[in-house]
């Protein structure tokens, strides 16, 4: 009685091994994956979040850059060496791309809209990369 009690133990339990069928033909049990499988779809996943969070850093950063440049260009500190510094920093960095909108956008009298313009399609272009990034990961 032993044996049989063995037996159906054995018949219950499934193989969750390849099986040897014949010479160099292996048959693979149905409830098994190739090995990594999990490990490189959980790989892309986080590529994919890696870079999603990378563009909206640089993008806030970016508008932080925007916004200084443009409180810089109202306020002129006639004998600093370091507002001079960093006003030359953001015109190289910031001027490049506030131009693309600068001589299409109308201006309010003195009020200048281009960085306005410029921070929202910042804005627009990084969801529109986050979620293409979304997709195609």
């Known amino acids: 009685m032993p044996d049989a009690h063995v037996k159906d133990a054995h018949a219950v339990v499934p193989r969750l091994v390849p099986v040897l069928v014949a010479v160099g033909t ?14 490189s779809s959980g790989l892309l996943a ?17 508008i932080l850059f925007i916004f200084a440049w443009v ?24 001027s490049p791309y506030i131009g693309l909108f600068r001589g299409r956008i109308p201006t ?4 200048d809209l281009s960085p306005i313009v410029a921070v929202v399609v910042l804005l627009v272009a990084a969801q529109v990369i986050n979620a293409l990034i979304g997709r195609l990961l």
């Open 26 to 39: 292996i048959r693979r049990a149905a409830n098994t994956r190739p090995m990594g499988a999990h490990a």
């Open 46 to 62: 986080d590529t994919a979040s890696s870079l999603q969070s990378f563009v909206t850093v640089f993008v806030s950063i970016y």
């Open 71 to 94: 409180l810089l260009s109202w306020i002129r500190l006639p004998y600093s060496t370091v507002a001079a510094s960093l006003q030359r920093f953001l015109d190289e960095v910031v």
């Open 108 to 111: 309010l009298g003195p009020l």
